[in-house]
């Protein structure tokens, strides 16, 4: 149904999380940023945290897509 009306290829609404339709909005790009900078020094942890839904799942695909390129 969305697939035709927006020209999509896939459909967007899946029940596991993919990176390929992450959108970086200002507090996601915010986040993306602090886990990058944690990775680059070699932190020990980093805590990700939001309510359901919010994309934290998209997020560390989004960027386990971005450690493998």
């Not at 909005?25 to 070699?42: F, P, T, V």
Request: proline share 4%.
């Amino acid at each position: 149904m969305y697939e035709s009306f927006y020209g999509l290829n896939a459909k967007p609404f899946q029940l596991k999380p993919d990176p390929s339709f992450f959108y970086g909005s200002k507090g996601h790009k915010r986040a993306m940023a602090y886990l990058e900078y944690g990775l680059s020094q070699g932190e020990g942890f980093i805590v990700l945290t939001g309510e359901v839904g919010a994309g934290k799942t998209t997020l560390m695909r989004n960027l386990f897509r971005k450690l493998e390129s």
